[in-house]
């Protein structure tokens, strides 16, 4: 995996097929298990005027949490009321975000972002890269949560863990654990993938940014300079 580099058609980088096909299939994962946690089902889109008669449940999963957080720490009919207006338009949206993440990896040759022609390229254009850097976002929280990764230091830890390869010398993965959670091997796999996934989105934000002070920026009314 590349950096994001800023170019005239967008923002470009060049991904393995094997990071794009799991980076591809965690997105659609998570999406899944956002609409399946909050009550929302595939048919549920964005703009169907549906935040009025959303669902007031806490979502189990700690990682939809994560990405569905109460609105007020400490009134708690203040964050059910808020859940209650708005949770269905708010996880509707993440899910389709993440969804079109997904479909833009893809070896899609009728996608208008993320073509695979052989090159390995993915491109993401100017309009689409907050969706884009969002849907990373969410990947990276839900893997988190996963991950136990609760501070900045931990992610720091993980970081350089997956680096130097100090992952890989782990105990083995059959050895008794009194502790419920991932295996040595699992949390290799996903420490890896949560790597990858704050490298790309690092970096997309960066050359967002650099347009941002440049006066080169696109939007859904604008075309990039």
Do not use: C, N
């Not at 939809?64 to 859940?83: G, I, K, M, S």
């Not at 997309?204 to 009314?221: C, I, V």
């Amino acid at each position: 995996m590349t950096p994001f580099r800023s170019a005239p058609a967008g923002y470009v980088a060049r991904w393995e097929p094997l990071e794009r096909e799991v980076l591809a299939r965690v997105a659609r994962d998570v999406a899944e298990l956002v609409r399946l946690d909050s009550g929302i089902g595939p048919d549920v889109e964005v703009g169907d005027g549906v935040a009025f008669t959303g669902v007031a449940r806490m979502p189990e999963d700690p990682a939809v949490r994560r990405l569905l957080p109460d609105a007020h720490r400490e009134d708690e009919d203040v964050a059910a009321e808020f859940r209650h207006l708005t949770q269905t338009d708010l996880a509707a949206g993440k899910a389709a975000r993440l969804e079109s993440f997904a479909g833009a990896l893809d070896p899609d040759p009728g996608s208008a972002a993320g073509t695979d022609d052989g090159s390995g390229e993915v491109l993401v254009p100017r309009e689409d890269a907050q969706a884009f850097a969002g849907a990373l976002t969410d990947l990276r929280l839900v893997l988190a949560e996963r991950l136990g990764l609760e501070q900045d230091a931990d992610v720091e830890e993980l970081h350089d863990q997956v680096l130097s390869g100090v992952l890989a010398d782990d105990e083995p993965d059959d050895e008794p654990d009194d502790e419920p959670g991932l295996s040595g091997e699992e949390r290799r796999y996903w420490g890896g993938v949560f790597v990858a996934a704050g490298f790309a989105q690092e970096t997309l934000m960066e050359e967002m940014l650099a347009d941002l002070r440049a006066g080169r920026h696109g939007g859904p009314r604008g075309r990039g300079r």
